[in-house]
């Protein structure tokens, strides 16, 4: 047996206010890692955070042990990115690669790695706040000058990052996985009722902000005009976006189910007639392959990761006009076997193409490569 491999992996996401698609992909590819081991060369992986006086939720509670620096979050991160200290091995000891999972980018003390999941911010920063582009910025900054290598969630965001100017020898594509777990109908009734869910209803599912394209679902849904159908937004307030006159307008069409809890996260997706995802921009989209997974037809975004992620299993839609995604909202509630066709379609794509077994792999991959 090899000499193991220690990651120390930057978990401090865990603790936002919002952890959001970077908390749920960290978490989920250590998970993944551990229910992967290889002999040949073992990963050893230890998380570090922030100083924190309680753990974080439990719904974001990492299966690894978490080291704190002495820092609390916004020092650390102001003190990572101007100064460049303190080392991760300050609260680690010794590692061999370094991952930062989200944005905020730890010295490189050891060989780094950086997970970009997205550029949007360079495409169109008034969707986040004059602080987070500038933290942004600089974050990407230091991941072209200091990354051993960078990892990208979808050929898309690769694709970004070398028009932004990174070295593409030191980019390496590593897709998100599911494991998907099957749901029952009993399942499902259980979360029908929690929720208050009576009918036939449509799923989006997300962080509230402006890159998810809520306004434009909302229209779609006005226009849509039917009452027998819910929407349901399963989500948290997130930032930069408004729609309250909306949701006042559509009344009781609208079900505002707020956070929810993983447990429940797939029934709910399983009970829908249809996923509805016109994200503008996407590092990946989980929220469609857990769709994909549980067999619900999905409705996204064309020109988007999203789109490589659902391929030919599911309806494009032009994410800026409301009309083309009303159209196909309606065609799809209207035509139970093509929902079932699509259905069907995605969750064989969604077993076949996006394991998390082939994710631990990449990843183990791109960690021995980094550690030389």
Not at 27 to 39: I, K, Q, T, Y
Not at 63 to 80: F, G, K, N
Not at 96 to 106: K, L, Q, S
Not at 352 to 370: G, I, K, N, Q
């Amino acid at each position: 047996m090899e000499q193991r491999c220690r990651v120390a992996v930057t978990l401090e996401q865990c603790w936002h206010e919002v952890p959001g698609g970077t908390a749920r992909a960290a978490l989920e590819s250590v998970d993944a890692l551990l229910r992967n081991p290889d002999d040949d060369r073992p990963i050893e992986m230890i998380g570090v955070s922030a100083r924190h006086g309680s753990p974080p939720d439990v719904a974001w509670m990492p299966s690894i042990p978490v080291e704190q620096l002495p820092l609390p979050r916004l020092a650390l991160y102001e003190s990572w990115h101007r100064f460049r200290r303190p080392r991760v091995e300050r609260a680690t000891g010794p590692v061999d690669v370094i991952h930062a999972t989200g944005m905020a980018v730890p010295p490189a003390s050891a060989p780094l790695v950086v997970t970009v999941h997205d550029l949007a911010f360079t495409k169109d920063a008034s969707q986040f706040t004059r602080r987070g582009v500038r933290f942004f910025t600089r974050a990407i900054e230091l991941a072209k000058r200091d990354a051993t290598l960078i990892i990208c969630p979808s050929k898309a965001t690769l694709a970004e990052c070398i028009e932004y100017g990174f070295d593409s020898s030191k980019l390496r594509l590593v897709p998100w996985g599911i494991e998907a777990t099957p749901v029952t109908p009993a399942e499902v009734a259980v979360v029908r009722a929690k929720f208050g869910i009576t009918g036939r209803y449509v799923l989006w599912a997300g962080t509230i902000e402006p890159r998810k394209n809520l306004p434009v679902l909302l229209d779609a849904f006005d226009r849509l005009g039917r009452g027998d159908v819910t929407l349901v937004l399963a989500g948290p307030q997130g930032w930069n976006e408004d729609v309250q006159k909306q949701l006042d307008r559509l009344g009781s069409r609208v079900l505002q189910a707020g956070f929810v809890d993983r447990r429940d996260l797939a029934p709910l997706y399983a009970g829908a007639d249809v996923f509805c995802f016109p994200s503008r921009q996407e590092g990946f989209g989980l929220p469609v392959l857990e769709a994909m997974a549980q067999g619900t037809a999905v409705i996204t975004s064309s020109g988007t990761a999203t789109e490589e992620v659902i391929g030919d299993c599911g309806v494009l839609v032009d994410h800026r006009d409301a009309v083309s995604v009303r159209d196909a909202l309606a065609s799809l509630l209207e035509n139970e076997s093509e929902r079932m066709r699509l259905g069907d379609a995605g969750r064989e794509r969604a077993r076949d193409d996006f394991s998390w077994s082939s994710t631990a792999a990449a990843l183990r991959s791109v960690y021995l490569e980094a550690a030389g």
